[in-house]
């Protein structure tokens, strides 16, 4: 069975630019998570979703992050008109109910110019 | 104060040693999770437990949960357990599995 499969594992992007971050859940895990990662800080919520329905945003910055996990296809997570404070490891979990463990993903790192 | 507290930032062993990570948290939890985030690579689950105690090969975690605190203990530390490990918390009021994070414990076992 493959596991939480992100991509992609890096990205780079100028400021302004959109940076698209995908999410593929476990084989049979309808609940998606996202968290980022700070350069030398600890792990934040950001949003969870079950399919097609934002459950819980209260992690998302107000502006310029948006979220959505389709019928079909992977979750993505949408940053519009990146800045150099974006800059940080997103990761994406999955789990198949609301009270399961997690499982994660290997992360994408992204990079602002 | 954060929610999640751990204990040591940091903490370096020699090959064989018995290692105690330590994690207390001010909510109260429905569980608590121990993960293991390897450099530059992804986050693994090791542990989620609401009461008791876990046993996964070499590694163990307590919970005392009317003193709000965790235990992970390594037994035989190797190199290859060279890690960050991470206590989190699933607050009850979350509703669901919704993690606040300790800041890491930085872990390094040489040979």
């Known amino acids: 069975n493959a596991g939480v499969m992100q991509n992609p594992r890096h990205l780079v992007r100028r400021r302004g630019q959109e940076a698209r971050l995908r999410c593929s859940p476990m084989?049979?895990?309808?609940?998606v998570y996202w968290y980022r990662q700070l350069p030398e800080e600890g792990l934040k919520f950001m949003v969870y979703?079950?399919?097609?329905?934002?459950?819980?945003e209260s992690g998302m910055p107000k502006e310029r992050f948006s979220a959505e996990f389709p019928k079909e296809g992977p979750s993505i997570l949408r940053i519009q008109q990146v800045v150099r404070g974006d800059s940080a490891a997103y990761f994406c979990a999955s789990s198949s109910n609301r009270d399961q463990p997690q499982h994660f993903g290997d992360g994408t790192r992204l990079s602002i110019l | 104060k954060n929610e999640v507290e751990q204990s040591p930032q940091n903490l370096t062993a020699q090959e064989g040693e018995f290692i105690t990570i330590n994690c207390s948290y001010s909510v109260g939890i429905s569980a608590l999770h121990w993960l293991q985030q390897h450099p530059g690579g992804g986050i693994v689950s090791l542990f989620m437990?609401?009461?008791g105690k876990k046993k996964h090969g070499r590694l163990i975690a307590t919970i005392n949960i009317q003193e709000k605190h965790s235990s992970l203990h390594i037994t035989a530390s190797h190199p290859r357990d060279s890690a960050v490990y991470i206590c989190a918390v699933s607050p009850i009021s979350g509703g669901y599995n919704k993690l606040i994070f300790g800041a890491g414990t930085r872990l390094a076992v040489h040979p």
């Open positions: 437990l609401s009461s």
């Open positions: 084989k049979g895990h309808s609940h």
């Open positions: 979703l079950q399919k097609e329905n934002i459950i819980d």
